[in-house]
């Protein structure tokens, strides 16, 4: 059995294996009651670890939760604005439904009125192709405009690359993918400037996009957060949003920012950079195993004011606290 045999039977059969839960807790909970001692102590702990387990396979991963932020960008513009900007990503729809459905997440988003909706990027795992239109339908409802990227799932790092059909299905939505693209976005209290990068893994990102100055605040989006290294200090925006890290997935004190990459710029939330800030949403589906845990999917809604001053050009002031 090839390498890519063993991973392929591996990725089918570990989520499985959450089953066995309900055979070890009756097995489990048999031995606390009719033993002792030590004997009775292991049994417990054992089935407090095994349902801990069982709540972040079949529980949390079902859960939609959304969860508000106020940011006021640095600096200050020609002239003030505020809008309500809806942040999800990380789908990571599979053949073996274990994701929250797109539905659900359409309609949450709705609920919460956005003026509108970015999603950064990692939209399947291995879903075929011939499966886009139907999944990714429900996008269609959202009543705001949505702006997106691909991540590194729908490029292939890992799996299939598909790209292309995961565009195309996009596209025929009305969703603006933004790949390496730059566009002017406005409504009745904000006009800003979007800039989209494609995804840091596939090392082709349009970073010539930051070289020239904007009076408008300018927004960034893409799936990586590290990719806020790749832009010089002086050109980096007023805020990059990002997902990629789904927060940890399975968020322990100490042992998830150790153990993964998730820290490395922030595993949930906004922080500051030299020269920009971040924005980092954890996602509403899995990868690798179909577990979360202390971590659960989400929807952020980011409420964004920037101030005027009309007394002179945009400026960027100097930030003292970073990541």
């Known amino acids: 059995m090839t390498a890519n045999n063993l991973f392929e039977f591996a990725r089918v059969a570990l989520p499985y294996l959450g089953f066995l839960y309900f055979p070890a807790s009756v097995l489990l909970l048999w031995a606390i009651l009719k033993t002792h001692g030590a004997w009775r102590l292991s049994a417990a702990g054992a089935f407090i670890c095994l349902t801990l387990m069982a709540y972040g396979r079949f529980i949390e991963p079902k859960l939609l939760v959304a969860a508000e932020h106020d940011i006021a960008l640095r600096g200050c513009f020609p002239e003030a604005g505020a809008m309500r900007i809806a942040v999800f990503s990380d789908l990571h729809v599979s053949p073996y439904r274990y994701a929250v459905s797109v539905e659900r997440i359409a309609r949450r988003v709705n609920a919460k009125a956005p003026d509108i909706v970015f999603i950064a990027g990692d939209y399947v795992s291995y879903l075929p192709p011939d499966r886009f239109d139907e999944t990714f339908a429900p996008l269609r409802a959202i009543k705001a405009p949505v702006y997106t990227v691909l991540g590194n799932h729908d490029l292939g790092l890992p799996g299939p690359d598909v790209a292309a059909p995961l565009r195309e299905s996009l596209e025929k939505l009305g969703i603006s993918v933004m790949d390496d693209r730059s566009a002017d976005i406005s409504g009745e209290t904000f006009d800003v400037e979007l800039v989209g990068l494609s995804d840091l893994w596939a090392r082709h990102q349009n970073l010539a996009l930051f070289d020239t100055p904007s009076s408008k605040p300018r927004l960034a989006l893409t799936h990586n957060p590290e990719s806020i290294d790749e832009i010089s200090p002086e050109n980096r925006p007023e805020l990059l949003i990002a997902g990629h890290t ?32 971040v924005f980092v949403t954890s996602g509403t589906g899995q990868s690798m195993l179909p577990i979360r845990f202390a971590v659960p999917p989400r929807i952020d809604i980011l409420n964004i004011e920037y101030a005027d001053c009309p007394a002179g050009p945009a400026t960027k002031q100097p930030e003292d606290d970073v990541l």
Do not use: E
Request: charged share 15%.
């Open 246 to 277: 789904h927060g940890g997935q399975v968020n322990l004190p100490v042992l998830t920012c150790r153990m993964t990459f998730a820290c490395r710029i922030a595993r949930y939330g906004y922080g500051k950079v030299d020269g920009g800030a």
